[in-house]
């Protein structure tokens, strides 16, 4: 079986609604069908741009989808400021980012509540993308993959093998995330190899085999074509460079140049 690339971008809180759409619009001029038949290219815009982009996608009939940046693990109710998971899967959502570093640092996420989205997500048919990494203490230690297993671990409690296959996990090292410092392809691999391993232990090879891992974390168009070679690395979490439409543009085509000339490698 062979796993579909995905490049998602997202943008944090950076753009205003009309700058989002106008990302959008050049995002679409810039990408040929020939890149999406290879590779599933997502946008991750705030919240109140989610509406005005998901208009433009549709009536302009880009291949793009879009998804958000957190949800509440709540569905509704009184949760001043949250946003919830039928709210996105009525604004068109295909993905929601889960457990993101910069929520577990400045909001205190801890994995019961990344799990807790999880759930809420897969509840209203939101793909999560679920994001773990270690800071760069931990790394220094060597402690790295013993820390995203368990944090995989939490965040994946009680998800069932089909839920898990249907998920995208995304290995973001915190050290790596808009340093300029991008983890060697053989970390990246390293990380995301043992991810995938241990969620053939949780659950099956076929679980394992289905599942897609992505890397993030200062991932560029220059960079990209050797994390992507790695047997483990379905795709990338893109931020700063997706806000910019040549060159997440040009990130998609090299990925999806990569995936054409050799698709055995990721199956
Ligand atoms: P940068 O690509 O800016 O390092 O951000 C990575 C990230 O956090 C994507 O979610």
């Not at 009184?78 to 457990?99: E, I, Q």
């Not at 060697?184 to 995938?196: E, I, N, S």
């Not at 599942?211 to 168009?221: D, E, M, Q, T």
């Amino acid at each position: 079986m062979t796993r579909r690339p995905l490049i998602a971008g997202n943008w944090k809180m950076n753009l205003t609604h009309v700058e989002a759409v106008e990302l959008v619009r050049k995002l679409g001029a810039a990408l040929p069908d020939a890149v999406h038949d290879v590779v599933e290219v997502a946008v991750l815009p705030a919240f109140p741009h989610l509406h005005p982009v998901r208009t433009v996608l549709a009536t302009e009939q880009l291949r793009m989808v879009h998804g958000a940046q957190d949800l509440a693990p709540q569905d509704g109710g009184a949760y001043t400021g949250d946003v919830s998971g039928p709210m996105l899967a009525a604004l068109g959502c295909r993905y929601v980012l889960v457990g993101h570093s910069e929520r577990r640092e400045h909001h205190h996420e801890d994995d019961a509540l990344v799990n807790a989205k999880v759930h809420a997500a897969l509840r209203h048919r939101l793909t999560p993308l679920v994001c773990v990494g270690e800071g760069l203490g931990v790394r220094e230690q060597g402690r790295h993959v013993e820390h995203c297993r368990a944090q995989l671990d939490a965040d994946l409690t009680a998800v069932t093998p089909a839920q898990v296959a249907a998920s995208v996990i995304a290995y973001e090292p915190v050290w790596a995330i808009g340093t300029g410092r991008v983890a060697t392809p053989d970390d990246a691999q390293q990380v995301c190899g043992a991810l995938r391993e241990r969620v053939a232990e949780r659950c099956d090879a076929a679980t394992a085999g289905a599942v897609r891992i992505l890397y993030g974390g200062s991932v560029k168009a220059d960079n990209v074509a050797e994390l992507v070679a790695r047997p483990d690395i379905d795709g990338a979490l893109v931020g700063g460079a997706s806000l910019d439409a040549d060159e997440f543009s040009r990130l998609c085509a090299i990925t999806a140049g990569r995936y054409r000339g050799s698709t055995d490698e990721h199956s």
